[in-house]
């Protein structure tokens, strides 16, 4: 089974830009959706954007959408988020999961989560 780990988060200032990598080890990411999720301080966990490795397709939250990009780049086997036009809201914790969702955006069977990375965006 994959192991996964996020790496990249930080404190920046609004309107900057921060990349989260999602590394994968013990197995490829071949075949497996892989997901990016956040969660702020008292609120529930958020989809953010997910890519599935076989056919690329890509799916982003709609708070996130045109600002945020993810992508993999398979020799690594990571999955980078970029993340442009940073706002306050988007402080949270991100998470990186793998699995085989029915729908890439639902946490439903992502098996495989890393321990997350602090965002934060001062305005």
């Known amino acids: 089974q994959v192991q996964v780990a996020e790496s990249g988060g930080g404190l920046v200032q609004a309107g900057g830009s921060l990349r989260l990598s999602c590394a994968a080890s013990?197995?490829?990411?071949?075949?497996?959706?892989v997901g990016w999720f956040r969660r702020a301080q008292g609120k529930e966990r958020e989809f953010v954007a997910a890519?599935?490795?076989?056919?690329?397709?890509?799916y982003y939250g709609d708070s996130v959408k045109g600002r945020f990009t993810i992508s993999n780049d398979n020799a690594q086997n990571v999955v980078h988020l970029q993340m442009n036009n940073l706002k306050p809201e988007d402080t949270a914790v991100y998470y990186c999961?793998?699995?085989?969702?029915?729908?890439?955006?639902?946490?439903?069977?992502?098996?495989?989560w890393g321990q997350g990375t602090q965002v934060t965006v001062s305005s």
């Open positions: 013990g197995h490829t990411f071949r075949n497996y959706a």
């Open positions: 890519i599935r490795w076989y056919d690329q397709n890509t």
């Open positions: 999961a793998a699995g085989y969702p029915a729908v890439p955006t639902r946490e439903d069977n992502y098996h495989f």
